[in-house]
């Protein structure tokens, strides 16, 4: 699947709406700005954003800079590309990249459901594809059938998986995940972490001990802290954003669950409010699924 093709439903929400709202040549007035305010408001962008958004338009109408919907669409237009770009790459997309350290870590978080496990085995693949010898942690130890299946996607790409037992302490299982890629000549380690908890420590908490942890393993790691969210959650992706960023400094963000939702605007907001570059959307379940996300590409799929 194509970004595209898993923003269709976004396209047909949001979008749909803009760009009726855009058609028939009206003149922009007050009227068209109130609808404009709806849409926005509405779009899953979260309030700052919409308001920023709604905000900018108004002052050009009031400066007379536009008057036709062609031009306030393709301001629209502009702003979000910009608010994206947050990597300065002009829209291009900023996936992962590994630098120089060996192992080079990360730690991938998330709640539960939200696609963490099958992303780490996603990314797994697409590192090996690109000649990097990858080590996989499953740090998620509430979860049994996290392990399993992260057993299942180290066995497809041939790494090594580095698995506690089930309940096992999962800063423990990082930080032999850690120190085995390091004696292994291992380019990436990803550790899989719990996304809820078998103890009564808050799960912040907890991935901050595993953050701690993985320190000690190897000096500056982790290196990427990677936030897996599902889209469909809309904007309380952007309140559980703000959540793991305050604990752990998130780096970058992987947006699964794209093709199974109209709230694909929560991009805008999540990168408008947290100034995190989005690394990654998942489309769909295969691995060709898991995307490196490019503004340009995702504008013009939804402006088109
Ligand atoms: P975890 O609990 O966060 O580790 O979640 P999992 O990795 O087990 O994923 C939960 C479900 O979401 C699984 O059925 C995945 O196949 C599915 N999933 C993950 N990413 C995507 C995606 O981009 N698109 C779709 N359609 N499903 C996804």
Not at 155 to 167: C, I, L, W
Not at 225 to 236: E, F, H, K, P, S
Request: charged share 25%; net charge neutral; with cysteine.
């Amino acid at each position: 699947k194509t970004l595209a093709a898993g923003l269709e439903k976004t396209r047909g929400g949001f979008m749909a709406r803009l760009n009726a709202l855009f058609a028939g040549g009206k003149v922009v007035d007050d009227s068209v700005l109130a609808d404009l305010e709806e849409v926005l408001f509405t779009a899953d962008i979260g309030v700052k954003t919409a308001t920023r958004l709604l905000e900018s338009a108004r002052e050009k109408v009031r400066r007379k800079e536009l008057s036709d919907p062609e031009r306030l669409k393709a301001a629209l237009r502009e702003e979000i590309a910009r608010i994206l770009d947050l990597a300065g790459t002009g829209g291009a997309a900023a996936p992962l990249a590994v630098g120089e350290a060996r192992p080079w870590v990360v730690m991938v978080v998330g709640v539960n459901g939200s696609g963490k496990t099958t992303t780490v085995g996603k990314l797994a693949a697409k590192l090996q594809g690109a000649g990097h010898k990858v080590l996989l942690g499953a740090g998620d130890t509430f979860r049994a059938a996290a392990g399993e299946q992260l057993e299942v996607w180290a066995e497809r790409v041939s790494a090594p998986v580095v698995r506690g037992k089930e309940g096992a302490d999962p800063a423990a299982v990082c930080f032999e995940a850690v120190q085995r890629g390091a004696q292994e000549g291992v380019d990436v380690v990803l550790c899989d972490t719990a996304g809820r908890l078998h103890t009564k420590m808050p799960l912040m908490e907890e991935l901050k001990k595993v953050q701690r942890v993985i320190g000690k393993a190897a000096a500056g790691a982790p290196h990427e802290v990677l936030l897996v969210l599902d889209a469909t959650n809309g904007q309380n992706a952007i309140a559980q954003a703000r959540q793991f960023h305050e604990a752990l400094g998130v780096t970058g963000i992987a947006l699964t669950k794209l093709d199974g939702t109209a709230k694909g605007g929560v991009i805008i907001g999540i990168c408008d409010e947290l100034r995190i570059p989005v690394r990654y959307v998942g489309v769909g379940e295969r691995v060709a699924d898991l995307k490196p996300f490019s503004p340009r590409e995702f504008v013009e799929a939804l402006f088109e």
